[in-house]
């Protein structure tokens, strides 16, 4: 007789190889593809400008702006660095630039960038929105002083 | 030619291109899409992810150029053009503040200094410092 085959999921890794396991329990929230544009994207954009783009996505609380700014003094290099938090499920995008950074970036270009960040998520392009905000904010931004990238 | 040629040419192969592509783009079971497809207003149940840059690897510049010697201070050993950095933004607050005193109001200059004075303070300082280096900008956006 055929009966309810009953094994329970379980994770194989050590401690030493558990941390590098990508294919169990993890929240797949964008395809490989998408992995990849948002990692060159940030990658590239921080190399070129000399700043340190970062991106949250994830709920933001009630005080959004709040959580932002309080994620941005926890990541490291807070005066250099520019956050782009979104929260997809609230529709809200917040973007903290640290005291260095907000010279070369200022509110208004920051502005500009969100604007055509929310136009792509609005039509559902939460990758594309992305990779074309951290483009226009990149490009904003420049090169640093002193910096041969070429 | 005959007539059956004919039909078999000139409408069945058509129709046969067309009914191809058409299964092709309509009939599931295609590719697969991996992720979420997000769709404005839906409810976001996933956990907060954090995405950083790739820190820029050891090898890919010479050891000396510009590097910490402060082992441990950084897990990725990326503060070293980071802190240079400080010091080139630290010149470049004295540039636009000599700039811009003639041009915009006093007070947003006075805030420049402050925190450039601060990020140098923070640079000279070795190890990560948690506060806060001086103002936050950046802008909010809802869709």
Same mark, same amino acid.
């Given at each position: 007789?055929? $009966?309810?085959?009953?094994?329970?999921?379980?994770?194989?890794?050590?401690? =030493?190889?558990?941390?590098?396991?990508?294919? #169990?329990?993890?929240?797949?929230?964008?395809?490989?593809? #998408?992995?990849?544009?948002?990692?060159?994207?940030?990658?590239?954009?921080? @190399?070129?400008?000399?700043?340190?783009?970062?991106?949250? %996505?994830?709920? /933001?609380?009630?005080?959004?702006? %709040?959580?932002? #700014? #309080? /994620?941005h003094a926890r990541g490291g290099d807070p005066a250099d660095s520019v956050l782009l938090a979104i929260s997809p499920g609230q529709r809200v995008i917040e973007v903290v630039t640290g005291a260095s950074a907000a010279r @070369?970036?200022?509110? $208004?270009?920051?502005?500009?960038? =969100? /604007?055509?960040?929310?136009?792509?998520?609005?039509?559902?392009?939460? =990758?594309?929105?992305? =990779?074309?905000?951290?483009?226009? /904010?990149?490009?904003?931004?420049?090169?640093?002083?002193?910096?041969?990238?070429h | 030619m005959t007539v059956v040629e004919t039909l078999l040419v000139f409408v069945v192969a058509p129709l046969a291109v067309y009914v191809l592509f058409w299964a092709l783009t309509y009939l599931p079971g295609g590719r697969k899409r991996q992720g979420v497809v997000y769709k404005p207003g839906q409810p976001w149940?996933?956990?907060?992810?954090?995405?950083?840059?790739?820190? &820029?690897? +050891?090898?890919?510049?010479?050891a000396g150029e510009g590097d910490t010697q402060a082992v441990g201070s950084s897990l990725y050993g990326?503060? +070293?053009?980071?802190?240079?950095?400080?010091? +080139?933004?630290?010149d470049g607050t004295g540039v636009l503040t000599s700039g811009s005193g003639s041009g915009s109001g006093s007070s947003t200059v006075g805030s420049?200094?402050?925190?450039?004075? &601060?990020?140098?303070?923070?640079?000279? +300082?070795?190890?990560?410092?948690p506060a806060p280096g001086g103002p936050l900008g950046g802008a909010r956006g809802t869709w």
């Open positions: 007789m055929t $009966r309810v085959l009953d094994a329970e999921p379980h994770d194989s890794g050590t401690d =030493v190889t558990a941390p590098n396991r990508a294919d #169990e329990g993890y929240d797949t929230i964008f395809s490989y593809r #998408e992995l990849a544009r948002l990692d060159e994207a940030l990658t590239m954009s921080s @190399r070129e400008t000399g700043l340190r783009f970062t991106l949250y %996505i994830g709920d /933001l609380g009630p005080k959004t702006r %709040i959580r932002a #700014e #309080e /994620l @070369r970036l200022p509110d $208004r270009a920051c502005a500009l960038a =969100v /604007l055509s960040m929310t136009n792509s998520f609005s039509s559902g392009d939460l =990758v594309g929105g992305i =990779v074309n905000g951290l483009r226009q /904010l990149s490009d904003q931004a420049g090169h640093p002083r002193g910096a041969r990238t | 149940d996933h956990e907060p992810v954090w995405y950083e840059p790739q820190p &820029r690897n +050891a090898p890919a510049h010479a990326e503060t +070293a053009s980071i802190s240079s950095g400080h010091g +080139a933004s630290g420049s200094v402050i925190a450039g004075t &601060r990020g140098a303070t923070a640079a000279s +300082a070795d190890g990560p410092a």
